[in-house]
């Protein structure tokens, strides 16, 4: 099962009021584009296919769904 990524700031050793502000900033940032990186590479893969299927779908001439499907 996947690791859940928590924002809270780490208590390691601070620098200072302003340098650790700084530095939870930045791992919460790094944190955050990686949570959201790996849930758009889900959504890519779970909604490719079905996007592929309404585009033909709205397409003129209107084919079938089995049409679609077919490897033909």
């Known amino acids: 099962m996947a690791s859940r990524i928590s924002l809270k700031p780490s208590s390691g050793n601070d620098k200072g009021a302003n340098g650790a502000a700084e530095r939870s900033t930045v791992q919460v940032l790094k944190e955050w584009s990686a949570w959201s990186l790996e849930k758009s590479k889900v959504i890519a893969h779970y909604g ?5 299927i309404v585009i033909g779908m ?3 001439p209107k084919p079938q ?8």
Do not use: M, T, V
């Open 65 to 72: 769904l089995y049409q679609l499907l077919s490897p033909i």
């Open 48 to 52: 490719f296919i079905p996007l592929i």
């Open 58 to 60: 709205n397409s003129e």
